[in-house]
């Protein structure tokens, strides 16, 4: 039987998978399987052009799917081509045991627990664009303000680097820790909260902006090619949950947002957001912090010192949001949903292009 992790770009494999979900929109132009190969690992296969084949497929069954290939996507997930005899009812197979990481040669697919490590990773832009938009592939538009990480597997506490000047030497000395602490961690699976992989993206795009520049070495950007990268986006839809966080709270995990009222930084909230262009939250007063708060207080903590406004608190405040999706992601692993996840390894060809 062939293993997920076997299938090649070309000549097409036959692979057994039970199909867990069918997410078939009739919107897109290709039907989304999530899967479980014979390994345990957790995948998805794109089917171009789906027939009523694939909409009739039973979840918890296994299925022989005919030449899969590698998807030339940068997502991890496999392609099948829609035929009317490409897909045929099997009876469960012996599960198989997947070799470690050491024995693969230029492992596409892996399990994510296979890495030495689990990193629970947030990257916080800070827009320079004069418009407030932060184009991922343009690192002109953007700068990195915050960079966070947890150890999954280890109960230390998390790192917090946040930007404390508007200088970019300060940027440029934020990504210098970053490096150091990605360079111990070779082989690691970075867990970012998005379905894609912006985060790193982000990261990678500055870090060769500042590459060479005085403080980050030459090539620092490369540091990102040893690690591998997983997101939760199965985590919901194999629990029935509109979204990660209603998926979390399934489990039993407490999801609490930030919350400004927590924090008193000599500014009323109402003050600000009412010269937002857009308020994603129910109102002004809403409490809860988002992304355009954090967006207009970075710009005051980096700013000119004003003395209406506690430095401290809206320090406490602005890196307490930049990490808090740590726990969430921390305590996600630890319930074991992402332990079997196919997952890529990080590289050039993905990251910068």
């Given at each position: 039987?062939?293993?997920?992790?076997?299938?090649?770009?070309?000549?097409?494999?036959?692979?057994?998978?039970?199909?867990?979900?069918?997410?078939?929109?009739?919107?897109?132009?290709?039907?989304?399987?999530h899967?479980?190969?014979?390994?345990?690992?957790?995948l998805?296969?794109?089917?171009?052009?789906?027939?009523?084949?694939?909409?009739?497929?039973?979840?918890?069954?296994?299925?022989?799917?005919?030449?899969?290939?590698?998807?030339?996507?940068?997502?991890?997930?496999?392609?099948f081509?829609?035929?009317?005899?490409?897909?045929?009812?099997?009876?469960?197979?012996?599960?198989?045991?997947?070799?470690?990481?050491?024995?693969?040669?230029?492992?596409?697919l892996?399990?994510?627990?296979?890495?030495?490590?689990?990193?629970?990773?947030?990257?916080?832009?800070?827009?320079?664009?004069?418009?407030?938009?932060?184009?991922?592939?343009?690192?002109?538009?953007?700068?990195?303000?915050?960079?966070?990480?947890?150890?999954?597997?280890?109960?230390?506490?998390?790192?917090?680097?946040?930007?404390?000047?508007?200088?970019?030497?300060?940027?440029?000395?934020?990504?210098?820790?970053?490096?150091?602490?990605?360079s111990?961690?070779?082989?690691?699976t970075?867990?970012?909260?998005?379905?894609?992989?912006?985060?790193?993206?982000?990261?990678?795009q500055?870090?060769?902006?500042?590459?060479g520049?005085?403080?980050?070495g030459?090539?620092?950007?490369?540091?990102?090619?040893g690690?591998?990268?997983?997101?939760?986006?199965?985590?919901?839809?194999?629990?029935e949950?509109?979204?990660?966080?209603?998926?979390?709270?399934?489990?039993?995990?407490?999801?609490?947002?930030?919350?400004?009222?927590?924090?008193?930084?000599?500014?009323?909230?109402?003050?600000?957001?009412?010269?937002?262009?857009?308020?994603?939250?129910?109102?002004?007063?809403?409490?809860?912090m988002?992304?355009?708060?954090?967006?207009?207080?970075?710009?005051?903590?980096?700013?000119?010192?004003?003395?209406?406004?506690?430095?401290?608190?809206?320090?406490?405040?602005?890196k307490?949001?930049?990490s808090?999706?740590l726990?969430?992601?921390?305590?996600?692993?630890?319930?074991?949903?992402?332990?079997r996840?196919?997952?890529?390894?990080?590289?050039?060809?993905?990251?910068?292009?």
């Open positions: 039987m062939t293993a997920s992790r076997e299938i090649t770009a070309e000549g097409g494999s036959a692979v057994p998978l039970r199909v867990d979900h069918v997410a078939d929109d009739p919107a897109e132009p290709a039907c989304m399987l899967c479980t190969d014979i390994e345990g690992t957790e998805r296969v794109a089917v171009q052009e789906p027939s009523t084949t694939e909409s009739s497929l039973e979840p918890g069954e296994w299925y022989r799917f005919s030449r899969v290939v590698q998807s030339g996507s940068l997502g991890a997930h496999l392609l081509q829609s035929e009317s005899d490409g897909i045929e009812r099997i009876q469960a197979p012996e599960p198989q045991t997947h070799p470690p990481l050491a024995e693969h040669d230029t492992p596409w892996v399990q994510l627990g296979a890495s030495d490590e689990r990193i629970a990773v947030t990257v916080q832009p800070r827009s320079t664009d004069e418009t407030g938009n932060v184009r991922v592939e343009d690192p002109e538009t953007y700068e990195i303000a915050a960079v966070c990480f947890a150890y999954c597997d280890r109960s230390s506490d998390a790192t917090v680097y946040h930007r404390e000047e508007r200088d970019t030497r300060d940027e440029q000395l934020l990504l210098e820790h970053v490096v150091e602490d990605l111990e961690a070779e082989g690691a970075l867990v970012t909260r998005g379905y894609d992989r912006f985060p790193l993206e982000m990261l990678y500055r870090l060769a902006q500042a590459s520049g005085g403080v980050v030459t090539g620092a950007e490369r540091v990102l090619n690690c591998f990268h997983a997101t939760p986006e199965s985590v919901p839809v194999r629990s949950a509109d979204t990660v966080v209603e998926a979390a709270r399934q489990l039993g995990i407490e999801v609490d947002p930030i919350l400004l009222s927590d924090y008193d930084i000599g500014i009323d909230r109402t003050d600000w957001r009412g010269e937002m262009d857009t308020m994603p939250l129910s109102s002004v007063s809403d409490p809860r988002a992304d355009g708060d954090y967006a207009t207080l970075v710009e005051w903590y980096l700013g000119p010192e004003d003395g209406s406004v506690d430095s401290a608190q809206l320090a406490h405040c602005l307490a949001y930049a808090a999706d726990g969430l992601l921390r305590e996600l692993v630890a319930h074991g949903t992402m332990d996840l196919g997952c890529l390894r990080l590289s050039e060809s993905r990251l910068g292009g």
